[in-house]
């Protein structure tokens, strides 16, 4: 309880006050599945399709993650200070890693994920091939082999013969299962083919390559050496070489900067680029210079840029169904991203209905199928309608192209309200699948309803029926009715939700605590609009007021008044409904001629029981006659949930 004491003798200012409560209240195109990768780094990543999984190497963690192919971890092998390269055996048995730190390379069993063997090579290891059953990898500016295919390991290093591998950026193999006996090594600015057929490597050409590669790959066919970064018509791309005498042949333009290339089975090649603001992964059929498809990564760091993709974090999928790759964000996060049916062009379908209707009357939709290839006239594409009265869909008739993509359909909607057609395009084998929608606003019979007690006013605690009239509709007899009681602290609540009578009504009782907002909704049917009307009743404040240290009532004329001595301090103690920051506003007038005159108002704060007490100073002296009101003011007593409620006045008078 509040006790607060004010002079009888002093005029008060009122100081009206109120507060405004607002509140404000939205990404990138993403690859087709991602998942968060537990590492710290990432150094290589190979597929394993007899098996569906994919191994992550993390040189710095000291570990290689294994998932699914949608990027569920089914396994983590740890102890594997610094291991970087991996490579697959052919027969998908076994995945060896370089582990750098220990100078020696690990195999992995593909079923089981256990550690088969650890092999002693007498370097540091770094990327892997498998040529021919031996394992081939780079250490410093050179490489070297593993064969374990006798009862005893055997290892060759410094394999390069006399190529002059000096660069600082590490050296890079690459081969290819279809290609037997041939590795191709990298190192700065220098490139090589190499012989394995036999016992070693024998030279059997060299040359030149851009400085900034990070990854090799060779064509299937085995006529091509492609290189992360070449100068494709002078621009950024994929760098190409003829095997033969290592020069430079047409490559495949990306965006900047170049930083990872893989090619298919199939010749298809991917290659990767590190692109805060462009595409980052770019798919090109063998020898076409304009990209099938690319990937965007989207941006899950704090920068302005997206994620980008880590070098030579590219593989293939064996079947070309998917491509994964590896981007980080500017948190350091990586994600395992896998980018399905990169082989096949995305074509675009795009959808154009009219943007309104009239229910039961034709109208015609139109739309386009276009492609980098085009598809030939009569292409068949799948029509679907979904409405009110068919929210999972009906299919209608089917629609061929044109020879331009174009198509048009005609239509007669038996349902108002919102309406999708959607067009599908089921792809083929070199064309991703597609679909494109649009909607039309088809128009419904307005609809009748109504709601009674807007705007009127009760006491604190009324129980209100407040009932909703229903017109005409053409199936839907539902109606739900809301309260929302005014104050941030009481939410919106559902009252009632059913079919309203035969007569039309549905009704729901409020109990009249606060100003309260009263909303009737119906959502409408296949034919009738819907609507939703709002009613506000409004809700006294509950005031008393106790009067206390007098010594006796009595009444002067007709009305009753308490009697004080004249140096009694009177006490009178409000109780009021209690909301938050709450006051209440206390009045006092003073008798004087046959008149009432104010002497002043001043709020005073309710104590969480609603309580506020106030003394007044005694007068001194006696004849005064005076009287007391507390009020709620809406607005002024520091919220706005009750309407403005006056108190009963309280009479008082002193004596000797």
Avoid: C
Wanted: no cysteine; proline share 5%; hydrophobic share 35%.
């Amino acid at each position: 309880m509040r006790r607060r004491t004010i002079s009888t003798a002093t005029a008060l200012a009122v100081v009206f006050s109120s507060a405004v409560l607002a509140v404000g209240a939205a990404g990138p195109s993403v690859a087709d599945s991602a998942k968060t990768l537990a590492v710290k780094s990432v150094g290589d990543i190979v597929v394993d399709g007899a098996h569906q999984r994919v191994y992550v190497s993390d040189p710095t963690g000291g570990k290689i993650v294994v998932t699914d192919y949608a990027g569920a971890v089914k396994a983590t092998l740890s102890g594997l200070s610094g291991v970087s390269g991996l490579a697959l055996s052919a027969d998908s048995g076994q995945v060896y890693a370089a582990v750098k730190n220990g100078n020696r390379i690990v195999s992995v069993e593909t079923g089981t994920y256990t550690q088969t063997a650890s092999y002693p090579v007498g370097a540091a290891p770094g990327d892997l091939e498998v040529v021919d059953g031996r394992i081939w990898f780079a250490h410093g500016t050179d490489f070297g082999s593993l064969d374990v295919s006798g009862t005893e390991p055997v290892v060759h290093l410094a394999e390069r013969g006399d190529v002059d591998f000096s660069g600082a950026f590490g050296m890079f193999l690459a081969s290819d299962p279809a290609v037997p006996g041939v590795l191709v090594a990298g190192n700065g600015g220098d490139l090589a083919v190499y012989d394995v057929s036999a016992d070693g490597a024998t030279l059997r050409v060299k040359g030149d390559m851009d400085t900034a590669v990070k990854q090799l790959d060779l064509t299937p066919d085995g006529s091509q050496v492609l290189t992360s970064w070449g100068s494709p018509d002078n621009g950024y791309g994929i760098g190409a070489y003829s095997t033969t005498d290592l020069t430079e042949r047409a490559g495949y333009p990306i965006d900047a900067y170049p930083n990872a290339v893989r090619v298919a089975p199939d010749g298809s090649v991917a290659g990767g680029s590190f692109s805060w603001y462009e595409p980052d992964v770019h798919i090109h059929r063998p020898g076409d210079p304009t990209p099938t498809r690319e990937y965007d990564f989207p941006n899950t760091g704090d920068s302005s840029g997206a994620d980008t993709l880590v070098d030579g974090a590219l593989a293939w999928a064996p079947d070309a169904s998917r491509v994964f790759a590896v981007s980080v964000n500017t948190h350091g996060t990586y994600t395992l991203r896998a980018l399905t049916d990169p082989t096949k062009e995305l074509p675009t379908l795009k959808v154009a209905a009219p943007a309104t209707a009239e229910r039961a009357k034709k109208l015609t939709v139109t739309g386009k199928l276009t492609s980098k290839t085009p598809l030939p006239a009569g292409t068949g594409l799948k029509v679907t309608r979904t409405d009110l009265e068919s929210p999972s869909g009906k299919a209608l008739a089917a629609v061929t192209t044109k020879a331009d993509g174009s198509f048009s359909f005609p239509d007669t909607p038996p349902a108002g309200g919102k309406v999708t057609y959607k067009v599908s395009y089921a792809g083929d084998a070199t064309h991703a699948p597609v679909s494109g929608s649009d909607a039309v606003q088809v128009s419904r019979k307005a609809t009748t309803l109504t709601l009674n007690n807007n705007g009127k006013l009760y006491s604190y605690g009324k129980d209100v029926t407040f009932t909703a009239h229903l017109g005409t509709t053409y199936k839907n007899r539902t109606v739900a009715i809301y309260a929302d009681p005014f104050g941030a602290d009481k939410p919106k609540k559902l009252l009632k939700k059913a079919k309203v009578n035969s007569s039309g009504n549905l009704s729901a009782t409020v109990d009249m605590t606060r100003d309260t907002a009263v909303t009737a909704v119906f959502d409408g049917d296949a034919r009738s609009a819907p609507k939703t009307v709002k009613s506000t009743g409004y809700a006294q404040a509950k005031i008393s007021t106790a009067v206390s240290k007098h010594y006796k009532t009595g009444k002067i004329g007709s009305t009753t008044y308490y009697y004080f001595r004249k140096n009694t301090d009177p006490r009178f103690t409000t109780t009021m409904n209690y909301y938050s920051g709450r006051q209440q506003r206390f009045q006092l007038q003073v008798y004087y001629q046959g008149s009432w005159y104010d002497s002043g108002s001043e709020y005073f704060a309710l104590a969480t029981n609603g309580k506020s007490a106030v003394n007044l100073e005694a007068p001194g002296e006696s004849g005064i006659r005076a009287r007391m009101r507390s009020s709620y003011i809406n607005g002024s007593s520091g919220d706005s949930v009750n309407s403005t409620t006056h108190g009963a006045w309280k009479y008082f008078t002193f004596t000797n």
